[in-house]
Protein backbone atom coordinates (compact mmCIF):
# COMPACT_ATOMS: atom_id res chain seq x y z
CA UNK A 1 0.00 0.00 0.00
CA UNK A 2 1.16 3.32 -0.92
CA UNK A 3 -1.51 5.89 -0.03
CA UNK A 4 -2.14 6.26 -4.01
CA UNK A 5 -5.01 3.75 -3.74
CA UNK A 6 -7.33 6.40 -1.92
CA UNK A 7 -9.29 8.71 -3.84
CA UNK A 8 -7.83 12.13 -4.97
CA UNK A 9 -10.80 13.93 -2.93
CA UNK A 10 -9.59 12.30 0.29
CA UNK A 11 -5.95 12.17 -0.30
CA UNK A 12 -6.76 16.40 -0.95
CA UNK A 13 -7.95 16.36 3.21
CA UNK A 14 -4.97 15.05 4.05
CA UNK A 15 -2.33 17.53 2.60
CA UNK A 16 -2.75 19.85 5.63
CA UNK A 17 -0.05 16.75 7.32
CA UNK A 18 3.47 16.90 7.33
CA UNK A 19 3.73 15.07 3.93
CA UNK A 20 5.69 11.87 5.64
CA UNK A 21 2.77 11.85 8.55
CA UNK A 22 0.29 12.21 5.20
CA UNK A 23 2.15 8.90 3.69
CA UNK A 24 1.64 6.87 6.77
CA UNK A 25 -2.14 7.87 7.48
CA UNK A 26 -2.93 7.19 3.84
CA UNK A 27 -1.22 3.78 3.74
CA UNK A 28 -3.25 3.03 6.62
CA UNK A 29 -6.57 4.14 5.10
CA UNK A 30 -5.77 2.21 1.97
CA UNK A 31 -5.21 -0.46 3.56
CA UNK A 32 -8.45 -0.61 5.45
CA UNK A 33 -10.42 -0.09 2.95
CA UNK A 34 -8.67 -2.51 1.04
CA UNK A 35 -9.60 -4.87 4.09
CA UNK A 36 -13.21 -4.04 5.28
CA UNK A 37 -14.91 -6.34 3.57
CA UNK A 38 -12.81 -9.17 4.18
CA UNK A 39 -10.96 -8.33 7.42
CA UNK A 40 -12.98 -6.07 9.01
CA UNK A 41 -11.62 -6.18 12.47
CA UNK A 42 -8.21 -5.39 10.60
CA UNK A 43 -9.42 -2.47 8.78
CA UNK A 44 -10.80 -1.25 12.20
CA UNK A 45 -7.00 -1.15 13.53
CA UNK A 46 -5.68 0.39 10.23
CA UNK A 47 -7.84 2.77 10.51
CA UNK A 48 -7.12 3.66 14.74
CA UNK A 49 -3.79 3.62 13.56
CA UNK A 50 -4.57 6.49 11.12
CA UNK A 51 -6.98 8.21 14.28
CA UNK A 52 -4.06 8.31 16.28
CA UNK A 53 -1.69 10.04 13.51
CA UNK A 54 -4.63 12.40 12.69
CA UNK A 55 -7.38 13.05 15.34
CA UNK A 56 -8.49 15.82 13.83
CA UNK A 57 -9.18 15.10 9.98
CA UNK A 58 -12.76 14.22 9.12
CA UNK A 59 -12.43 11.58 6.60
CA UNK A 60 -10.04 10.11 8.99
CA UNK A 61 -12.74 9.78 11.45
CA UNK A 62 -15.30 8.76 9.21
CA UNK A 63 -13.06 5.76 8.35
CA UNK A 64 -12.75 4.94 11.63
CA UNK A 65 -16.34 4.98 11.99
CA UNK A 66 -17.43 3.04 9.13
CA UNK A 67 -14.79 0.25 9.75
CA UNK A 68 -15.74 -0.08 13.35
CA UNK A 69 -19.37 -0.78 11.73
CA UNK A 70 -18.33 -3.33 9.44
CA UNK A 71 -16.19 -4.80 12.35
CA UNK A 72 -19.21 -4.86 14.31
CA UNK A 73 -18.54 -1.79 16.84
CA UNK A 74 -21.46 0.06 16.53
CA UNK A 75 -20.73 2.23 19.77
CA UNK A 76 -17.32 3.38 19.06
CA UNK A 77 -19.03 3.54 14.88
CA UNK A 78 -21.69 5.76 16.08
CA UNK A 79 -18.99 7.80 18.48
CA UNK A 80 -16.50 8.20 15.23
CA UNK A 81 -19.01 9.40 12.73
CA UNK A 82 -20.46 12.13 15.07
CA UNK A 83 -17.26 13.42 15.32
CA UNK A 84 -17.05 13.24 11.80
CA UNK A 85 -20.16 15.18 11.49
CA UNK A 86 -19.56 17.96 13.53
CA UNK A 87 -16.11 18.58 11.73
CA UNK A 88 -17.89 18.82 8.26
CA UNK A 89 -21.82 18.81 9.25
CA UNK A 90 -21.93 16.20 6.40
CA UNK A 91 -24.69 14.14 6.83
CA UNK A 92 -24.46 11.13 4.64
CA UNK A 93 -23.17 9.03 7.97
CA UNK A 94 -27.16 9.49 8.70
CA UNK A 95 -28.09 5.57 7.66
CA UNK A 96 -25.61 4.28 9.58
CA UNK A 97 -25.61 6.41 12.73
CA UNK A 98 -29.09 5.35 12.48
CA UNK A 99 -28.53 1.08 12.05
CA UNK A 100 -25.96 1.63 14.74
CA UNK A 101 -28.34 2.53 17.32
CA UNK A 102 -31.19 -0.23 16.19
CA UNK A 103 -27.73 -2.69 16.83
CA UNK A 104 -27.39 -1.01 20.36
CA UNK A 105 -31.12 -1.46 21.23
CA UNK A 106 -32.29 1.98 20.73
CA UNK A 107 -34.90 1.72 17.74
CA UNK A 108 -36.48 4.68 18.81
CA UNK A 109 -33.30 7.32 18.03
CA UNK A 110 -33.05 5.27 14.56
CA UNK A 111 -36.54 6.81 14.25
CA UNK A 112 -35.69 10.26 14.77
CA UNK A 113 -32.43 10.48 12.60
CA UNK A 114 -34.48 8.47 9.85
CA UNK A 115 -36.92 12.26 10.00
CA UNK A 116 -34.06 13.94 9.94
CA UNK A 117 -34.44 16.85 7.23
CA UNK A 118 -31.43 16.08 5.02
CA UNK A 119 -32.59 12.43 4.07
CA UNK A 120 -35.43 14.07 1.58
CA UNK A 121 -32.33 15.72 -0.45
CA UNK A 122 -30.64 11.79 -0.51
CA UNK A 123 -30.07 10.20 -3.63
CA UNK A 124 -32.07 7.06 -4.26
CA UNK A 125 -29.49 4.57 -2.64
CA UNK A 126 -28.84 6.63 -0.06
CA UNK A 127 -32.60 7.51 0.93
CA UNK A 128 -32.97 3.71 0.41
CA UNK A 129 -30.52 2.58 3.56
CA UNK A 130 -32.21 4.52 5.30
CA UNK A 131 -35.38 3.55 4.66
CA UNK A 132 -34.45 0.09 5.53
CA UNK A 133 -32.69 1.07 8.63
CA UNK A 134 -35.89 2.77 9.29
CA UNK A 135 -38.24 -0.42 8.58
CA UNK A 136 -36.19 -2.20 10.86
CA UNK A 137 -36.41 -0.09 13.78
CA UNK A 138 -40.02 -0.36 13.21
CA UNK A 139 -39.69 -4.21 13.20
CA UNK A 140 -37.24 -3.84 16.07
CA UNK A 141 -40.64 -2.34 17.81
CA UNK A 142 -42.89 -5.04 17.16
CA UNK A 143 -44.45 -2.44 14.66
CA UNK A 144 -45.11 -4.73 11.22
CA UNK A 145 -48.12 -2.68 9.76
CA UNK A 146 -45.90 0.36 10.11
CA UNK A 147 -42.67 -1.60 8.87
CA UNK A 148 -44.80 -2.15 5.46
CA UNK A 149 -46.16 1.46 5.28
CA UNK A 150 -42.33 2.48 5.39
CA UNK A 151 -41.30 0.50 2.53
CA UNK A 152 -43.96 0.91 0.31
CA UNK A 153 -43.77 4.45 0.08
CA UNK A 154 -40.74 3.79 -1.22
CA UNK A 155 -40.31 3.08 -4.69
CA UNK A 156 -40.21 -1.20 -4.84
CA UNK A 157 -41.62 -0.93 -8.54
CA UNK A 158 -38.61 0.65 -9.76
CA UNK A 159 -37.19 -0.83 -13.01
CA UNK A 160 -33.82 -0.10 -11.79
CA UNK A 161 -32.26 -3.22 -11.22
CA UNK A 162 -29.22 -1.68 -8.51
CA UNK A 163 -28.84 -3.42 -5.30
CA UNK A 164 -30.71 -0.96 -3.55
CA UNK A 165 -33.94 -2.09 -5.01
CA UNK A 166 -33.14 -5.46 -4.35
CA UNK A 167 -32.48 -5.48 -0.67
CA UNK A 168 -35.64 -3.11 -0.67
CA UNK A 169 -37.93 -5.58 -2.00
CA UNK A 170 -36.00 -8.27 -0.20
CA UNK A 171 -36.56 -6.44 3.28
CA UNK A 172 -40.44 -5.91 1.80
CA UNK A 173 -41.15 -9.96 1.22
CA UNK A 174 -39.40 -10.22 4.45
CA UNK A 175 -41.78 -8.47 6.37
CA UNK A 176 -44.34 -9.40 4.98
CA UNK A 177 -43.68 -12.79 5.71
CA UNK A 178 -43.43 -11.60 9.45
CA UNK A 179 -46.19 -10.44 9.57
CA UNK A 180 -48.51 -13.25 8.18
CA UNK A 181 -49.19 -11.87 4.63
CA UNK A 182 -47.50 -15.27 3.09
CA UNK A 183 -49.14 -15.20 -0.82
CA UNK A 184 -47.31 -11.16 -1.21
CA UNK A 185 -44.47 -12.29 0.73
CA UNK A 186 -43.98 -15.39 -1.75
CA UNK A 187 -45.18 -12.71 -4.57
CA UNK A 188 -42.02 -10.26 -3.63
CA UNK A 189 -39.62 -12.92 -3.03
CA UNK A 190 -40.07 -13.91 -7.08
CA UNK A 191 -39.60 -9.89 -7.43
CA UNK A 192 -36.41 -9.61 -5.79
CA UNK A 193 -35.31 -12.35 -7.74
CA UNK A 194 -35.97 -11.77 -10.88
CA UNK A 195 -33.62 -8.75 -10.46
CA UNK A 196 -31.03 -10.07 -8.28
CA UNK A 197 -28.71 -10.79 -10.93
CA UNK A 198 -25.64 -10.85 -8.38
CA UNK A 199 -27.32 -12.78 -6.12
CA UNK A 200 -26.79 -10.51 -3.06
CA UNK A 201 -29.97 -12.34 -1.24
CA UNK A 202 -31.48 -15.95 -0.87
CA UNK A 203 -34.81 -14.25 -2.61
CA UNK A 204 -34.71 -17.58 -4.72
CA UNK A 205 -34.42 -20.13 -1.63
CA UNK A 206 -36.79 -17.78 0.66
CA UNK A 207 -39.20 -18.43 -2.24
CA UNK A 208 -38.82 -22.43 -2.63
CA UNK A 209 -39.19 -22.65 1.45
CA UNK A 210 -42.19 -20.72 1.16
CA UNK A 211 -43.61 -22.00 -1.45
CA UNK A 212 -43.72 -25.20 0.38
CA UNK A 213 -44.96 -23.84 3.54
CA UNK A 214 -47.99 -22.43 1.12
CA UNK A 215 -48.38 -25.50 -0.01
CA UNK A 216 -48.68 -27.37 3.18
CA UNK A 217 -51.08 -24.42 4.74
Known amino acids: ?53 APRIAVVREAVGEAAYAAGHYAEALAELRAAKRMNGA ?12 ALGNPTRALELAKSP ?11 EMTLVEAGARRDLGQFDAALRTLEVAPLNSKSRESWVVRLRYAYADTLEEAGRLNDALTWFHKTNAIDAEEITDAADRAEALEKRVERD
Open 1 to 53: MTGSELSASVRAHLKGLPEKLAARVARHMAAAGQLVDDEPEVAYQHTLAAKAR
Open 91 to 102: TAYLPIMADCHR
Open 118 to 128: SVVKFAPAAKA
